[in-house]
């Protein structure tokens, strides 16, 4: 019997462990989750109801093969919303709960070992085709590290923001949807002040337009990444201008995007993370209209400036995403251990071992879409596919 370890049971290690349970054959494997704690991960641990899902519910089912699961779930526990609705991101929290709790069912039904540790863990090294976790003697044939990247202390998911309230000003790095987040809890706890946000390009997300669509033909090709950077641009956007729906256009190409990055050379990455991955971002990670319409109301009221002032000795909130350069423990042991290695781009890591799968933001870097649960469901279809061949 193949033993399997997962670490980490946010949204990646959730929706690892339901799939591979429910492809898993009767008592075929003995599975340990390692979690440090019960956290559903930083996305969805929020309580505001205003802090929505930024993708519609028939595009964030966490089944494979079943675009219907969230809704279903709504549908039973009494939620209405329909398919197109952006539902509040703790009821998505509610949802990777149940998934757990399915799991540990279709476990106990088929047969096979499944447990949950509750334990940070900091070492996994490697002897003899197994991997050994901590101190725990018995070797895993398969780990599927979901630990997702880190966030800065200051990061707006670190922080109690309640703390800022009496703040005549408050600085907030970065204009993206963290900084819509951080602008909504604010709201909610009446903030009286001035919010600075202080953002390069002084631009904020655009909003979603999109109808859910998967006819679309994508507006460039795979075999278009080997044109240089700029005619590739070009194209892409004149794609997206010539069109009566800028953001279906720029979806469609969603489903090859990691294909066109992994044609690129080293240097035309990282020449798009230095000139293009912030302009992308703005129109990739959009928000929902009633969230972007409050933000756009709090704009002009002068309640929220935006700047591309550096920020230099303030207090600030920070809400510009993952520090790569965060220590992490674990991953430096796996490093030394000869178990990953930091990638190209010195952002996320790759596996070195054949059964070592890296799930979530770690892959940043090595993937261009890679946290979203639509990108998570792509890897652990993927990795399963390599688990049970
Ligand atoms: C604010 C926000 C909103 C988002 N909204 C959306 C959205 O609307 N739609 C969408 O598709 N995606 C969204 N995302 C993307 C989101 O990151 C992923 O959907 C998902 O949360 C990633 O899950 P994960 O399991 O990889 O990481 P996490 O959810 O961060 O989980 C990591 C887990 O690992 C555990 N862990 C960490 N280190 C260790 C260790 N050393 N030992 C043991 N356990 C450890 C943690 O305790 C946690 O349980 C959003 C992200 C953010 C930050």
């Not at 207090?315 to 796996?334: A, E, H, V």
């Not at 996320?348 to 940043?364: H, M, P, R, T, Y």
Request: glycine share 4%; proline share 2%.
């Amino acid at each position: 019997m193949k033993k399997i370890a997962i670490i980490g049971f946010g949204a990646s290690s959730i929706i690892s462990l339901y799939n591979l349970l429910k492809q898993a054959k009767s008592s075929e494997f003995s599975i340990d989750v390692f979690a440090k704690d019960d956290s559903c991960g930083y996305a969805y641990e929020t309580n505001n109801c205003n802090h929505l899902l930024n993708v519609r519910a028939i595009n964030i089912s966490g089944v494979l093969d079943d675009d219907y699961d969230f809704l279903n779930y709504l549908k039973s526990n009494n939620y209405n919303f329909g398919e197109q609705d952006f539902v509040e991101r703790r009821i998505f929290k509610e949802y990777l709960k149940d998934l757990r709790l399915r799991s540990f069912d279709i476990a106990s039904y088929k047969n096979i070992s499944l447990s949950l540790f509750y334990r940070n863990i900091e070492e996994i090294s490697y002897q003899d085709n197994k991997f050994f976790i901590g101190d725990i003697k018995q070797g895993y044939d398969f780990v599927f590290l979901c630990i997702s990247a880190k966030f800065r202390d200051n990061n707006f998911f670190n922080i109690d923001i309640s703390k800022y309230i009496l703040k005549p000003q408050i600085h907030i790095k970065g204009a993206g949807l963290t900084a819509f987040d951080a602008i909504i809890s604010l709201q909610d706890l009446n903030y009286a002040g001035t919010i600075f946000l202080h953002s390069r390009s002084k631009r904020i997300p655009q909003p979603h337009n999109a109808r859910i669509s998967n006819s679309l033909n994508p507006i460039i090709s795979i075999s278009d990444a080997q044109l240089p950077l700029s005619k590739l641009f070009k194209k892409f956007v004149s794609g997206c201008r010539n069109s009566d729906n800028w953001q279906e256009r720029f979806d469609s190409i969603r489903p090859i995007t990691n294909d066109i990055w992994n044609q690129f050379t080293l240097e035309k990455k990282k020449r798009f993370m230095r000139h293009l991955f912030r302009i992308y971002n703005i129109h990739r990670h959009r928000s929902p209209l009633s969230v972007y319409n409050k933000i756009v109301n709090v704009l002009q009221n002068n309640r929220v400036v935006i700047t591309n002032e550096i920020i230099k000795d303030h207090d600030f909130i920070d809400c510009t995403g993952f520090d790569f350069n965060y220590k992490d423990q674990l991953i430096d042991r796996l490093i030394a251990n000869n178990i990953v290695k930091k990638n190209d781009l010195e952002m996320g890591v790759d596996s070195s071992k054949e059964n070592f799968f890296i799930i979530g933001a770690l892959n940043s870097g090595t993937l261009l879409e890679t946290t979203a649960i639509n990108e998570i469901k792509c890897q652990v279809r993927y990795f399963l596919k390599k688990l049970f061949s």
